[in-house]
């Protein structure tokens, strides 16, 4: 009897599942986000997601819809295709660069919202459109999706804590001790390439910083711990060589005097030790008086560029780096909410100091 009872339970509990046979199955791996030019429908929603084709290989469909909202516009991509659309498998989210500039919340807590997805989504900047970097066809890379995800992964990892995923972007914004930051991504040459990365007041683009100006954008943030250093020294009075440093970041720190009113200054002080891997100048960096002179160029050229950074984002009231973080700690809470946070960080004088030890130069000059 009470066998039966059992069998009958089991027959009740899978026929009241809802089937889910893969073959029918649209699992989106990445959408895009953009501003239409139709003023009814603002919005352009662009998704993207692997399939079969009829003789067996493996390819991906990408849809493009306009609609007032991303959930209406979701709406609509669900009558462009005969598959069951599940956005469980999205790993990216990405943004234009025109939509990103009037305000990234209101679709992140679209995606929020989905119970499917969490915070583990990773999100990016499109340098013109998201649906031109998802519609590209790369040849022998297939999904551009993953694509994405791996770069993403692979900035992750040179940049260390910075997960450039929703999680990580809400708490920043939400911190009001610093701005969130994305990377950008652009079409060029018929491939998807890093350009830089976008900074935010709040959850509007503000700018995008140049590759070479994110380099030193990193070096200044707390969890970078390990980077690479390539540029251009003035090694003599009309020389000039090229430079690689593989450094690791020995000591961070960031401080701000006590003060009753609003702070007047901050100092940000790091410590490098790195090896040198490429070296175009005639000296023998393989001299211990060279290496020493070396280390002076490299610190004053951190100095010089990053004293224009930090002028930079000053101006733009970006605080990627997080200074007024360190600002907030030095006050109470009544201080610091009757204080103008961005009028305060643009007055103050930022000062940067470096210390660059070279701790190899490699088997060659």
């Known amino acids: 009897m009470n066998k039966f009872i059992l069998i009958i339970f089991i027959f009740l509990v899978t026929g009241c599942a809802e089937q889910r046979i893969i073959d029918d199955l649209a699992l ?178 503000i700018e995008i910083l140049k590759p070479s100006e994110a380099s030193y954008l990193f070096l200044f943030r707390e969890e970078m711990k390990q980077g690479v250093f390539v540029e251009q020294i003035d090694v003599g009075e009309e020389e000039q060589a090229s430079i690689m440093l593989n450094y690791e970041l020995k000591n961070h720190h960031i401080e701000v005097p006590s003060t009753p009113n609003k702070p007047k200054e901050a100092s940000i002080y790091i410590e490098l030790i790195g090896d040198i891997v490429e070296y175009t100048g005639k000296e023998d960096v393989s001299e211990p008086k060279i290496q020493r002179k070396i280390e002076a160029i490299i610190t004053k050229k951190i100095k010089m560029e990053g004293k224009k950074l930090i002028i930079k984002l000053q101006k733009l009231q970006v605080d990627p780096i997080g200074i007024n973080r360190y600002v907030r700690n030095k006050m109470s809470y009544n201080q610091w909410k009757s204080l103008d946070q961005y009028k305060s960080y643009q007055d103050m004088n930022i000062n940067i100091e470096t210390k660059v030890f070279i701790n190899s130069t490699g088997k060659w000059k």
């Open 28 to 205: 989106i791996n990445a959408v895009g986000y953009d501003l239409s030019d139709n003023e009814k429908n603002p919005l352009k929603l662009t998704v993207t997601f692997p399939i079969i084709t009829k003789d067996g290989k493996y390819d991906r469909k990408t849809i493009m819809v306009e609609g007032k909202t991303s959930k209406e516009a979701r709406e609509k991509v669900r009558f462009k295709t005969n598959y069951k659309l599940e956005s469980g498998q999205v790993r990216v989210s990405l943004f234009g660069q025109e939509l990103a500039k009037e305000g990234l919340l209101p679709n992140l807590h679209s995606l929020v919202r989905d119970p499917s997805l969490g915070t583990r989504v990773k999100l990016a900047l499109a340098e013109n459109e998201a649906s031109d970097i998802l519609m590209l066809q790369i040849k022998n890379e297939g999904q551009n999706a993953t694509y994405l995800e791996q770069f993403l992964s692979k900035l992750n990892r040179e940049n260390f804590r910075t997960n450039y995923n929703i999680y990580q972007y809400l708490r920043d914004y939400y911190d009001d001790g610093i701005d969130p930051i994305l990377p950008v991504f652009k079409v060029e040459k018929n491939n998807i390439a890093y350009n830089g990365i976008g900074l935010f007041h709040e959850d509007k683009l």
